[in-house]
Each structure stands twice: as structure tokens, then as C-alpha cells.
């Protein structure tokens, strides 16, 4: 199923579009702290007689369930059930809050997951998103699914050290890892990643952080930091250095370049192998 994620605006940008007829075709999600804004809203929605495709929403932007404005189960169910509702083939979904950075972003990410989709890029996207991590997992857990506070955690500090390096000028990447891979960087035991060199792969630099996830489990994430990028002229050549061997998690350059042509085939092509640094994702969660 084809579905549309136009991503996120602010509360006075939808208002606006409302004026100029937009979002007609538009599921929309819109979660405003505003009563101005709610009231403006609304009735631009009723004289556009678009109310069954906008779901109008209000609570405040902060992390802890104390808090009494806080989202609240009641309000994620009925987010969740609002969205079900109207899923189909090449439905286009919007989200919008007052900041269209933190709640709508939320929102954003819990429905693409729900869907089946990878949220992870929004998460590290710090220069647009923040995504409120209690908004999150309530959607979340209204579509079924439960985050345990680790995951919880995970997801906040990853928020961290995204904004981190984007502060310091520095890019973060994401990728994808099968079990075995993701649980050798998790523990240490593989302190290098080899990939084709692709367009992906040439915007990596030392500094930059990147987070992989393990495929088919999104909350299995681990970030690291790249300390060095080399590149060669094929697997075979890189391999030839005894240091990506060993920090690859390989016994054998022989073994390395096996499974690497299996997945990847024999035609030789430029490669690069990234040297990782997890310490920054193992401190912050011993935090």
C-alpha cells in the first residue's frame, strides 16, 4: 500500500492554507496549545467542509506524564483511531503543532512506523525535528505497539547526540545492519563497517555520527562516532590491511570478502571502510 507522508507545518502555516482552500485531500493531524489558533482552525474547517479529515487536538509539549498537560492515553487512542480510519492506498497525512518540530514530528514518526515505514531519518534530523519522545510511544502504544523505557531512552538520546553534532557542524547518517552485524557493533566486538562506496556512503566524514538500526527491530538502535574513512578500489584491496580485518569482526580476510561478495556480489566498484566509535552511545546510556 502506497501511502503519502508530507511531514510536518506549523498550526499558523495550516491556518493559513486553510484560508487559501488547501488541504482538502489531506488527512491532518493538527495538536495546538493555542485557543486562538483552535478556534480559527475550526471554523475554516467547517466552511471548507473537510471536518471528517481533520482531527483538531490540544495538548502541550512536554516529555513528563506529571505534567497535566500532557498527552494523555485517552487522546493518543483517539489519534490513532482517527488515522486508521481513513488509511488507504495514496493517502496523503499531515501533522501540524504550534512549533511543527516536537509533538507533530511525534506524530509524524509513530504513524510511519505504524505503517510500516523507517522513521529513523526524522529522528536524526536535528535541525527540523525533535520529536517528543511521550507522544511517541502513546501513539505507539495505541497502534499496539509498547516501547519499554530503554527503548524510551534510546530514542532520547539519540535526539541528544544528533542536535550534538549538528551544533559542531557535523552530519549524522543512518543505516540498516542484519542481527549478527548489529549485535557485533552493540558489543564491541566489530569496530568497522564496510560498504560500497555510494552516493550514501560519500557524504560520510570523520566526525560524523551514524546510527544503525537492526533490521526488522526499529528500537534496536546503536550510534557511533566515525573516527576514519578508507577508501579502496574494491572489498579485495581493503582487505588487504590486516586492521580492517581484525576490526571488522572477520577471523580471515578470506571470510570478510565471502560474505561481503554474497551480499553484494563480485563486480569490483569502489568501498569504504568506516572506523567506529561507540563510546558516546555506551556513556550516554549509562548516564
Same mark, same amino acid.
Given at each position: ?26 488527512v491532518s493531524v ?17 466552511? +471548507? ?18 505534567? !497535566? ?61 525533535? !520529536? ?36 559542531? $557542524? ?23 563497517? +564496510? ?7 560519500? $557524504?560520510?566524514s570523520a566526525?560524523? +555520527? ?28 581493503? +582487505? ?21 561478495? $554474497? ?6 566498484? !569502489? ?17
Amino acid at each position: 500500500m502506497i501511502r503519502h507522508f508530507l511531514g510536518t507545518t506549523t498550526t499558523e502555516q495550516f491556518l493559513d492554507g486553510l484560508h487559501f482552500g488547501l488541504y482538502r485531500n489531506v488527512v491532518s493531524v493538527v495538536v495546538t496549545s493555542d485557543c486562538s489558533y483552535a478556534m480559527g482552525i475550526q471554523e475554516s474547517v467547517e466552511r +471548507l467542509g473537510i471536518e471528517e479529515s481533520v482531527f483538531l487536538a490540544s495538548f502541550d509539549d512536554v516529555a513528563d506524564v506529571a505534567c !497535566p498537560g500532557a498527552i494523555d492515553e485517552e487522546e493518543a487512542r483517539a489519534i490513532y483511531e482517527f488515522l486508521i480510519s481513513h488509511d488507504g492506498e495514496g493517502v496523503e497525512y499531515l501533522f501540524a503543532c504550534d512549533g511543527s518540530v516536537s509533538r507533530s514530528s511525534a506524530m509524524l514518526c509513530a504513524w510511519m512506523r505504524l505503517c510500516g515505514e523507517d522513521d529513523l531519518s526524522i529522528w536524526v534530523d536535528a535541525a527540523n525535528y525533535a !520529536p517528543n519522545v511521550l507522544v511517541y510511544s502513546r501513539v505507539l502504544a495505541a497502534g499496539g505497539v509498547q516501547l519499554t523505557r530503554a527503548n524510551v531512552r534510546d530514542r532520547e538520546l539519540l535526539k541528544k547526540l544528533s542536535f550534538a553534532r549538528m551544533i559542531v $557542524g557535523r552530519r549524522v547518517h543512518t543505516m540498516h545492519l542484519l542481527g549478527e552485524p548489529w549485535d557485533k557493533i552493540a558489543n564491541g566486538a566489530k569496530r568497522c563497517e +564496510l560498504r560500497r562506496l555510494d552516493a550514501k556512503r560519500k $557524504g560520510v566524514s570523520a566526525g560524523d +555520527l551514524v546510527v544503525f538500526s537492526r533490521i526488522g527491530s526499529p528500537d534496536d538502535i546503536v550510534a557511533a562516532d566515525v573516527r576514519e574513512c578508507r577508501t579502496a578500489a574494491s572489498f579485495e584491496e581493503l +582487505l588487504r590491511d590486516e586492521g580492517v580485518v581484525s576490526a571488522s569482526g572477520f577471523r580471515t580476510a578470506k571470510e570478510a570478502l565471502a560474505e561481503l561478495e $554474497g551480499i553484494y556480489g563480485e563486480d569490483s566498484c !569502489p568501498v569504504v571502510a568506516l572506523f567506529l566509535d561507540t563510546s558516546c552511545w555506551a556513556h550516554g546510556r549509562d548516564e
